[in-house]
Nanobody
């Protein structure tokens, strides 16, 4: 059974930071692009970030320039998302995904999803 389990979500004030992590099990994603998506109520799913299997090529959606950093640890089969300077519009459920296809600043998800973790940015 393939599982992707996120952690690190919570509530933070505007300008604060959170670090999300996702641990994969049941399948190796070392040769695949891993990434993050988010979805807020009433809005479309949005590509956040992804990083290739060799951890040398990160990609980011247009809304995250200079604020978010994606990374992966192949030895642990995990990916992380460091989120800084958070804004209220960052409030959403964040999902990790295995097998992302990146085209420019847009990412298409693969089949494998985590359960999601809630991030709330509010004063």
């Amino acid at each position: 059974q393939v599982q992707l389990v996120e952690s690190g979500g919570g509530t933070v004030q505007p300008g604060g930071s959170l670090r999300l992590s996702c641990a994969a099990s049941g399948r190796s994603f070392i040769r695949e692009t891993l990434g993050w998506f988010r979805q807020a109520p009433g809005k479309e799913r949005e590509f956040v970030a992804a990083v290739t299997w060799n951890a040398n090529i990160p990609y980011y959606g247009d809304s995250f320039k200079g604020r978010f950093t994606v990374s992966r640890d192949n030895a642990k089969n995990t990916i992380s998302l460091q989120m800084n300077s958070l804004k209220p519009e960052d409030t959403a459920v964040y999902y990790c995904n295995g097998g992302v296809t990146v085209l420019g600043s847009t990412g298409r998800p693969g089949y494998y999803w985590g359960q999601g973790t809630q991030v709330t940015v509010s004063s």
